[in-house]
Structures are given as C-alpha cells and as structure tokens.
C-alpha cells in the first residue's frame, strides 16, 4: 500500500523564489471528495497523474499515483471535476538535504502560499526553510481538495 506521510506550512515571504530549482505550473481537479477520500486529476506541463488518496490520520494517508494520456485529462479536467479547478505554481526547493514543494495559488485563492515536506516518518526530524510559518498540516482548510471554489476569506485569511 503507498503512504504519504505530509507535513504542511503556510509561506511569510518570497525568498523561496530564489531558492528554486525547478518550477511547474499545475492544473488539478477533484472527481471525488468524500471523508474517506479523494480521486485528483492533476496536469502537470505535458504529464498527467491520476491519484487516489485515504482519509488523512494525522499527517499520514494513504495514496495511489497512475499516469495517464494527457487529453484524457484534460477531458477529466472540465468535464468530471469538480469546478473550479485548483491552479497553482509549484516551486522545488531543497533545504538541508529535503526537497520542499513550495505552491502559490492562482484565481479566488490568489495570494495563498503554502510549502509542503514528504517525510519518510511521523517522527523524522528537519529543519525548516526561512520563508516558512505557521504549521497547518492539521487543518481541513488547506487540503487541497477543500479549497476547490474557495477564496482568501472562505481560509479566514
């Protein structure tokens, strides 16, 4: 079974930017958003993904990746998924030996930022980036798949 074990920050400033080795924009939809989990359709420049993920225990899931023709996700894209779909930048940043997914959003979420780490335990000990804040790894409001037709003030921010 896979695991995805997350940890999850909200972003104080841009110095991320200048730390980046990679960026990719990122077009992702929702077919199914239950508590039990979700079905995600994501484009990612010329590649697609399809993902299954468990309900979220802590910062541990369970998650099922697939590639999948891209035409067949656009099409997933604006006919199956729930409207709108999420857009944002992914910006790759290693710090102190640890990849981190730095992601600005676009459209109503506009001016939200959040960096995420993939550890290999619950346990495991890094050391964060300057640009990152406030812990959210815990809070409903920032998974991805609640934000879908959200805004700033819908996150209290």
């Known amino acids: 079974m896979g695991k995805e074990i997350e940890h999850k920050y909200l972003v104080t400033d841009d110095s991320y930017k200048a730390m980046a080795v990679e960026t990719r924009c990122i077009e992702q939809g929702y077919i199914s958003r239950t ?42 894209l604006s006919g199956l998924c729930a409207q709108p779909i999420i857009s944002k930048t992914r910006h790759m940043v290693p710090f102190e030996g640890n990849m981190w997914e730095v992601d600005e959003f676009h459209g109503a979420l506009e001016g939200l930022t959040v960096a995420e780490i993939e550890i290999p335990s619950s346990d495991y000990r890094y050391a964060c980036p300057p640009f990152v804040g406030q812990n959210v790894t815990n809070d409903a409001r920032f998974y991805n798949a609640n934000m879908v037709g959200k805004s700033l003030a819908d996150l209290g921010m």
């Open 35 to 76: 508590v039990n989990g979700t079905v995600r359709v994501r484009l990612i420049g010329e590649r697609a993904r399809l993902t299954i993920k468990g309900r979220t225990v802590g910062d541990t899931r369970s998650e099922y990746e697939y590639d999948i023709p891209v035409a067949d996700a656009r099409e997933m």
